[in-house]
C-alpha cells in the first residue's frame, strides 16, 4: 500500500487488515515540500506504524528534484503525473516483494481526483500484470480524523506539493487581491 501520511493510513489500514489483507506499506512521496515537512510525514508515519504493527518501506531518498522536472510548464496535470509516479513506484515494489496487489492511501482523501487515480491504478495493473485494489476509503473520512487527532499525530494541511502549498494562501486563486488578503497569523 502506497502510503501518503500516517492520518490518511489509519482508515484504509484498519479495513485492509479487518478484510484479511496482510499489508506492507510504502512511504514514496517526492512531491512534498520542504523537506521539514516531508520530515514530518515520515517521522510521524514512522511512529504510527510502530504503535500499530504496520511494516512500511521507507523511500529515504528526497527526490524533489526530479518530481519538479518532470511537472515543470506542466503544472496543471501534475496530480497525474504524481498519482502516476507514486503508483509506479508502488507496483515496482510489489512485483519485487511479489505481492498479490496494492493500493494508497490517497483512495481515503476528499481531496485527491479517485477517477483518475483509479484510472492510472487500474492502467498499470493491467501493464504490469498484478492487482489493483480499489476501495472508495472517503466513508471512514471522519473516523480517519478523529483516530488521527486522538493519537496526536502532526497532520498537515495541504497535499504536499509546492503548488498545493501556494494555493492554501495566493488570494488570486480566491479571487481576492493581493493587499486586502488575511493570511494565518495576520490580524
Known amino acids: 500500500m502506497h502510503i501518503c501520511c500516517a492520518p490518511c493510513t489509519v482508515y484504509p489500514f484498519k479495513m485492509l487488515k479487518s478484510d484479511g489483507h496482510d499489508i506492507q506499506g510504502l512511504f514514496y512521496n517526492p512531491n512534498i515540500h520542504p523537506y521539514r515537512e516531508y520530515r514530518k510525514r515520515l517521522d510521524t ?78 492502467s498499470l495493473a493491467i501493464e504490469h500484470q498484478i492487482r489493483f485494489y480499489y476501495q472508495d476509503f472517503r466513508v471512514g473520512w471522519l473516523e480517519g480524523i478523529m483516530v488521527s487527532k486522538e493519537m496526536g499525530m502532526y497532520r498537515q494541511p495541504y497535499c504536499g506539493c509546492v503548488y498545493s502549498e501556494k494555493d492554501r494562501f495566493y488570494p488570486a486563486k480566491r479571487g481576492s487581491k493581493v493587499e486586502s488578503a488575511k493570511f494565518p497569523g495576520c490580524s
Not at 514512522?46 to 524533489?64: F, H, I, P, S, T
Open 45 to 122: 508515519l514512522a511512529d504510527y506504524a510502530n504503535q500499530c504493527g504496520l511494516r512500511v518501506m521507507y523511500q529515504e531518498e528526497y527526490n524533489l528534484e526530479e518530481f519538479l522536472r518532470n511537472i515543470a510548464f506542466r503544472e496543471k496535470d501534475r496530480c497525474s503525473y504524481c498519482y502516476y509516479d507514486r503508483l509506479q513506484r508502488t507496483i515496482h515494489r510489489a512485483k519485487e516483494e511479489r505481492f498479490d496487489g496494492f493500493t494508497t492511501t490517497l483512495l481515503y482523501s476528499k481531496f485527491q481526483n479517485h477517477a483518475m487515480i483509479k484510472e492510472i491504478g487500474e
